[in-house]
């Protein structure tokens, strides 16, 4: 808790502060790192996170066709929207936000999987183990959604 808030007020005297967090997505990160603050500090870290937080990137690390390895990517600015769904805890508008994938500073596994499969740098298998939801993958491969 203590180091989060620091990294966050870091922030807000120009500092860039790079931090890693364990999680499976952009919005889950975004949730585990707001789960840090107590209850009394809780309006004060959102709003901190919100105002100060430049982007999430989450990685991925799979086996390439080729036997070595590949980065899967999600990642998002924080900018507009996104600020107010931070502040507000809406998270789960911004799975809805990356996954349309219609601002390219918002990219979803799903759409870095499907990047990596079409230049064959990983398998079909690999894709599908990588993904949340093979249908949705599966539907991505023939051009729906």
């Given amino acids: 808790y203590e ?3 620091t990294a966050l007020q870091a922030s ?5 502060v790079v931090s890693t967090l364990h999680s499976e997505k952009v919005a889950d990160t975004m949730e585990r790192y707001l789960n840090l603050f107590t209850a009394q500090d809780e309006k004060h870290g959102v709003n901190l996170l919100a105002n100060q937080l430049s982007g999430v990137l989450c990685q991925k690390l799979v086996q390439s066709a080729d036997g070595g390895l590949h980065l899967l990517v999600e990642h998002v600015e924080n900018a507009g929207a996104m600020r107010d ?4 805890r809406e998270l789960q508008n911004i799975d809805q936000y990356i996954s349309r994938g219609s601002d390219p500073a918002a990219v979803s596994f799903l759409q870095s999987t499907l990047k990596a499969l079409q230049a064959k740098v990983i398998t079909e298998a690999t894709a599908m183990a990588s993904v949340s939801n093979e249908s949705e993958l599966r539907r991505a491969m023939r051009g729906i959604g």
């Fill in 85 to 88: 769904w931070i502040a507000r």
């Fill in 3 to 5: 180091t989060a808030l």
């Fill in 12 to 16: 807000e005297t120009g500092h860039l």
